[in-house]
């Protein structure tokens, strides 16, 4: 890099950021205020909320909510904005089993299901066992620490770890040395075999994000009380009867929590894929499809349907939360 | 965190030395440690094998394993960080992803904040249906808005490369909108669980609104704040899909994951290089892992009470 433009004018627009970004949003509200206090006695409460919700409402209207609605309407048109219809739909969704978007949404029900299943279970495994030992924080620290790196750093730890030789030269990638070294079993071409790519990816992801699922879960496991196991206990429970009758009941509502978080991850699942595959090989996902439709095909129309055919799998986890939160909302 | 671990199962001490009960407890004892030590073991060895790989030549890289090179005789050298360094430009994408993290963090959380406190402490026609709206947007996929809002800066003049002055313009204002409402969601239920008694003496003694947002509420409120702040900063920096829709791959631009994945398409052979870059882009969200994670984790525990 370049130090010297670096110090004349990247520095200066660093610091200039930093100072000046937030002083001109306090500036705002401190103006806001000056002026609502202007204001007659009876309007200050009406015209006050606004002055403080109003530029959230305005960006999430105009990042999320409107460029939704636009999709939308761009899922039903050409590229050139002339209507078309659901050609755009047809064409994604045309050709099963192997045409249209259809492998990317095969490899969707492969993550939502695979990605989903085992980050509980290794989440909730993880958390029972180091409940029990009394090095748990540095444990929980070390399984816990992919969650800070990026996916394309765990896209370039992963790819090494499924590294290829072919049979009979020495294996330098982790996983493939395990197969012939410990188990005797041929090396396998892990990111490019279609048979077993999709799991490869997958298994890193799950690597990357049982972190996550463990400290919620571990959360909810501390918040049971001890004397209701030890109760369970004392009437002759062994440890798996207390896991499946007391435990696991009592977590179940933070489990549903963490699957529902999980699930919408998995729908969106992209940096991983992006990296390790870039959707190639049967290894595409929808997020991923999208985002070739736009940038190497500048098919806008297939692009949003695409991004609708998201939105769609992702309503039911939707409304799902927004009635749990209702419920929580109405408990308080 | 790390209160009720003490003495949970409490059975195996009233067993005699020596009796089946006790030698069962003992190995039961065992096993659990075995399984907890050797799962932690299983779950670093990736982080652990591209560590090692990157300070590996090149060519012991290409001919063995990286778990050869724990045994003596060691041959570790910086060559990788140095040519990686030198012949890309990781060095200027370190720098863009704090130019692209550090308003990208600021922004959304200042609006947030100020959203926030109205949410929980103002009324106003159809408060509680927004919210709720709010907490829905949560479930978007970000997916959905790029082709609108890219049509939009591009038709306007709002991108990276018309704006020298400010390059990074539009990906700050799209962390904005994409971070708010996770971060409007988490603070709103920070500030509702403060104690009203607060407000009302504040407001006896005649303080404004702005005094007591400013005054009380912000300082109460630093916990979930450093959460937030640490969990938006990490979101942005580690983020790849938001960062090539609104910035691209232009190298004087694009924030260290971009570079980072161009790299994992052009070094094909030079594998060695890559995990040096990929360590190196490591290292700050590593340290701010490592000495903040208490508020990490806070933050995922406020965060994901959510329905």
Redesign the interface.
């Known amino acids: ?1 370049n130090w010297g433009s ?1 110090l004349t004018t ?1 520095l200066p ?2 610091v200039v ?2 100072v000046g ?2 002083a001109v ?2 500036g705002y ?2 103006a806001g ?1 000056f002026l609502v ?1 202007r204001l007659p006695d009876a309007a200050r ?2 015209v ?3 002055l ?2 109003g ?3 305005f ?2 209207a ?7 609605i ?2 939308a309407k ?1 899922s039903l048109e050409t590229s050139k904005g002339d209507f078309t219809g659901l050609t755009n739909y047809a064409r994604q969704l045309g050709d099963f089993p192997s045409g249209g978007a259809w492998i990317a949404i095969r490899n969707n029900v492969y993550w939502l299901v695979l990605y989903t299943l085992f980050v509980l279970a290794f989440g909730l ?2 958390a029972v ?6 090095y ?2 540095l ?15 765990l ?7 499924y ?1 290829y030789q072919p049979p009979g030269q ?5 996983v493939n ?1 395990i197969l012939t070294g410990l188990l005797r079993t041929d090396p396998r071409i892990w990111i490019q075999d279609p048979k077993v790519n999709n799991f490869a990816i997958i298994g890193a992801a799950v ?1 990357g994000i ?1 972190g ?1 699922a463990m ?2 879960l ?2 909810a496991l ?1 918040g049971i009380p ?1 004397d209701l ?2 109760a369970a ?1 004392v009437d002759g429970a062994g440890e798996l009867t207390v896991f499946r009758r007391v435990i696991f009941p009592l977590m179940m509502p933070t489990v549903v ?2 699957g529902t ?1 999980l699930v ?1 991850f998995a ?2 699942a ?2 991983v894929v ?2 390790m595959t ?1 959707g190639n090989y049967d290894t595409d996902v ?2 991923n499809r ?2 070739k439709l ?1 940038y190497f095909s500048g098919n ?1 129309g297939g ?2 349907a ?3 055919i ?2 769609a799998a ?1 309503i039911p ?2 409304i ?10 109405a408990r308080r | 965190m790390s209160i009720a671990v003490a003495d949970r199962p409490g059975t195996a001490a009233t067993a005699a030395r020596f009796s089946p009960r006790w030698i069962s407890d003992r190995l039961s004892k065992v096993v659990l440690h075995v399984a907890v030590i050797g799962l932690t073991a299983a779950w670093i060895v990736p982080t652990a094998g591209i560590l090692v790989t990157s300070f590996r030549p090149f060519s012991k890289i290409s001919t063995s394993g990286w778990w050869t090179a724990l045994a003596p005789s060691f041959s570790f050298t910086v060559d990788n960080y140095s040519k990686v360094l030198g012949s890309s430009n990781l060095g200027q994408s370190f720098f863009n992803s704090f130019m692209i993290s550090i308003p990208g963090t600021i922004i959304p959380i200042a609006i947030a904040a100020f959203a926030a406190y109205a949410f929980s402490w103002m009324k106003f026609w159809g408060r509680d249906w927004i919210f709720l709206g709010i907490v829905g947007v949560l479930a978007i996929p970000l997916q959905l808005s790029f082709v609108p809002v890219l049509s939009f800066f591009v038709a306007h003049g709002i991108t990276s490369a018309n704006l020298s002055w400010a390059p990074f313009l539009p990906v700050w204002l799209a962390h904005t909108g994409y971070g708010l409402p996770f971060s409007i969601y988490l603070l709103a239920n920070f500030f509702r669980a403060l104690p009203s008694d607060l407000f009302e003496s504040a407001e006896i003694d005649g303080a404004g609104t702005l005094t007591v947002f400013f005054r009380i509420v912000l300082p109460l409120s630093v916990p979930a704040l450093a959460s937030l702040v640490i969990f938006q900063f990490l979101w942005i920096w580690n983020d790849l899909l938001v960062a090539l829709i609104y910035v691209g791959g232009a190298p004087e631009v694009a924030p260290l994951t971009v570079t980072l994945a161009n790299l994992t398409n052009s070094l094909g052979q030079g594998y060695h290089l890559l995990t040096a870059a990929a360590f190196f882009s490591m290292i700050i969200p590593l340290i701010v892992f490592l000495s903040l994670q208490r508020y990490f984790v806070r933050g995922i525990l406020a965060g994901s009470v959510k329905g």
């Open positions: 890099m670096f990247q627009t660093l950021v930093i970004v937030p949003i306090v509200i401190v205020e206090r409460p009406s006050r909320p606004w403080w919700v530029p959230a409402l960006f999430v105009a990042f999320l909510v409107v460029p939704a636009l999709t761009a495994i993880l066992l180091f409940d029990r030992v009394r748990e924080s444990v929980k620290s070390l399984i816990f620490m992919p969650m800070a790196i990026s996916s394309v750093a896209g370039v730890i992963w790819k090494f770890m590294w020495i294996q330098t990638g982790t040395a690597w049982t996550f400290v919620i571990s959360a501390k001890a196991l030890e206990r929590v963490v978080t919408i729908l969106k992209f940096d992006y990296v870039g929808l997020a999208m985002y736009l806008t692009a949003a695409v991004a609708m998201l939105l992702v986890v939707l799902f939360n927004l009635r749990q939160f209702r419920a929580v909302e």
